[in-house]
């Protein structure tokens, strides 16, 4: 599986920036597509899930202001993200695993840098 995260970039405290992660060569066909984000120093922290049927999961620090989206026929997920804060500064990874209780992401983009300036 191959995952190409792109869309990061600089923006305003208060500004908009959306995210896309586009998959490549996945073989399991219920999955759930993740977005992960980290700053130095610190660990690698969820921001925001979609199932292969579109249930949604997001981080409490993220809810209202990020929405998470999927297109199935571009085998493409979004992170919109709006109200941007500067904490929400960081490197943001999307990751897929197949759907079910225990599964871990194995599959991890590149990473995309997101800078928020205050």
């Known amino acids: 599986v191959q995952l190409q995260a792109s869309g990061g970039g600089l923006v305003q405290a208060g500004g908009s920036l959306r995210l896309s992660c586009a998959a490549s060569g996945r073989t399991f066909s219920r999955y759930v597509m993740g977005w992960f984000r980290q700053t130095p120093g610190k660990e690698r922290e969820f921001v925001a899930s979609i199932t292969w049927i579109g249930g949604k999961n997001y981080a409490d620090s993220v809810k209202g202001r990020f929405t998470i989206s999927g297109d199935s026929a571009k085998n493409t997920v979004y992170l919109q993200m709006s109200s941007l804060k500067p904490e929400d500064t960081a490197v943001y990874y999307c990751?897929?695993?197949?759907?079910?209780?225990?599964?871990?992401?194995?599959?991890w983009g590149q990473g995309t840098l997101v800078t928020v300036s205050s």
């Open positions: 990751a897929t695993r197949p759907e079910g209780v225990g599964a871990k992401y194995n599959y």
